[in-house]
Protein backbone atom coordinates (compact mmCIF):
# COMPACT_ATOMS: atom_id res chain seq x y z
CA UNK A 1 0.00 0.00 0.00
CA UNK A 2 1.33 3.44 -1.05
CA UNK A 3 0.18 6.81 0.19
CA UNK A 4 1.57 10.02 -0.73
CA UNK A 5 -0.31 13.22 0.91
CA UNK A 6 0.71 17.12 0.55
CA UNK A 7 -0.38 19.27 2.41
CA UNK A 8 -0.32 22.73 0.81
CA UNK A 9 -1.11 26.39 0.86
CA UNK A 10 -4.94 27.40 -0.05
CA UNK A 11 -3.65 29.18 -3.28
CA UNK A 12 -0.65 26.97 -4.02
CA UNK A 13 0.54 27.37 -7.44
CA UNK A 14 3.05 24.74 -9.12
CA UNK A 15 3.76 23.14 -12.24
CA UNK A 16 4.76 20.37 -10.11
CA UNK A 17 1.12 20.23 -7.81
CA UNK A 18 -0.75 20.71 -11.34
CA UNK A 19 0.81 17.11 -12.07
CA UNK A 20 -0.03 15.75 -8.66
CA UNK A 21 -3.89 17.29 -8.81
CA UNK A 22 -3.87 15.80 -12.36
CA UNK A 23 -3.10 12.00 -10.69
CA UNK A 24 -5.44 12.97 -7.62
CA UNK A 25 -8.01 13.42 -10.19
CA UNK A 26 -7.44 10.76 -12.21
CA UNK A 27 -7.87 8.44 -9.15
CA UNK A 28 -10.94 10.40 -7.87
CA UNK A 29 -12.87 9.72 -11.10
CA UNK A 30 -11.99 6.12 -10.79
CA UNK A 31 -9.77 5.82 -13.98
CA UNK A 32 -7.33 3.14 -14.14
CA UNK A 33 -8.61 0.91 -11.29
CA UNK A 34 -5.83 -1.42 -11.44
CA UNK A 35 -2.84 0.93 -11.31
CA UNK A 36 -4.61 2.93 -8.32
CA UNK A 37 -5.96 -0.28 -6.54
CA UNK A 38 -3.48 -0.22 -3.54
CA UNK A 39 -2.22 3.90 -3.66
CA UNK A 40 -4.24 6.29 -2.09
CA UNK A 41 -3.13 10.00 -3.39
CA UNK A 42 -4.17 12.91 -1.41
CA UNK A 43 -3.91 17.02 -1.01
CA UNK A 44 -4.90 18.87 2.21
CA UNK A 45 -5.38 22.44 1.72
CA UNK A 46 -4.05 24.10 4.98
CA UNK A 47 -5.61 27.97 5.13
CA UNK A 48 -6.39 28.69 8.82
CA UNK A 49 -5.20 27.10 12.62
CA UNK A 50 -8.38 25.03 12.68
CA UNK A 51 -6.73 23.69 9.63
CA UNK A 52 -3.88 22.86 11.09
CA UNK A 53 -5.71 21.58 14.23
CA UNK A 54 -7.60 18.67 12.24
CA UNK A 55 -4.58 17.37 10.60
CA UNK A 56 -4.11 14.04 11.81
CA UNK A 57 -0.51 13.58 10.98
CA UNK A 58 1.36 14.27 14.30
CA UNK A 59 4.59 15.18 12.54
CA UNK A 60 3.06 17.30 10.37
CA UNK A 61 0.80 18.89 13.13
CA UNK A 62 3.90 20.11 14.86
CA UNK A 63 5.64 21.62 12.21
CA UNK A 64 2.92 23.62 11.10
CA UNK A 65 2.29 24.59 14.72
CA UNK A 66 6.08 25.69 15.30
CA UNK A 67 6.87 27.50 11.88
CA UNK A 68 3.09 27.90 10.59
CA UNK A 69 2.85 27.82 7.01
CA UNK A 70 5.96 29.31 5.83
CA UNK A 71 6.62 25.57 6.65
CA UNK A 72 4.21 24.17 3.64
CA UNK A 73 4.45 22.37 0.78
CA UNK A 74 4.89 19.45 3.31
CA UNK A 75 4.71 15.81 1.43
CA UNK A 76 4.40 12.54 3.35
CA UNK A 77 4.47 9.28 2.39
CA UNK A 78 3.14 6.38 3.84
CA UNK A 79 2.51 8.99 6.92
CA UNK A 80 6.27 10.12 6.67
CA UNK A 81 7.22 13.31 6.18
CA UNK A 82 9.47 13.04 2.79
CA UNK A 83 9.70 16.76 2.24
CA UNK A 84 9.43 20.11 3.74
CA UNK A 85 9.11 23.07 1.93
CA UNK A 86 8.95 21.16 -1.49
CA UNK A 87 6.95 19.11 -3.41
CA UNK A 88 8.14 15.75 -5.02
CA UNK A 89 9.90 16.09 -8.73
CA UNK A 90 9.01 14.12 -11.28
CA UNK A 91 11.50 11.43 -10.58
CA UNK A 92 10.52 11.36 -7.65
CA UNK A 93 6.92 10.65 -8.00
CA UNK A 94 7.85 8.11 -10.71
CA UNK A 95 9.92 6.17 -8.35
CA UNK A 96 7.79 5.59 -5.70
CA UNK A 97 4.62 5.35 -8.09
CA UNK A 98 5.98 2.05 -9.64
CA UNK A 99 4.49 1.74 -13.12
CA UNK A 100 4.13 5.43 -13.62
CA UNK A 101 5.34 7.61 -16.10
CA UNK A 102 4.73 10.75 -16.43
CA UNK A 103 4.86 12.34 -20.13
CA UNK A 104 5.84 15.91 -20.49
CA UNK A 105 8.23 17.40 -22.82
CA UNK A 106 12.02 17.58 -22.75
CA UNK A 107 12.03 21.34 -21.76
CA UNK A 108 9.35 21.22 -19.40
CA UNK A 109 10.95 18.55 -17.60
CA UNK A 110 14.36 19.82 -17.28
CA UNK A 111 12.24 23.38 -16.20
CA UNK A 112 10.82 21.70 -13.23
CA UNK A 113 13.86 19.28 -12.24
CA UNK A 114 16.28 20.84 -9.70
Request: glycine residues 4%; positive net charge.
Amino acid sequence: MLEITYFIKQNEKDPLLDIFRSLVTSQSRNNHKAFFKDKTLNITQIQTAADISAIKNGGVQAILKKNGVKSLPIVTVNQKIRKIGQLLEIRELEDLIDGLSIQVDEETRNRLQP
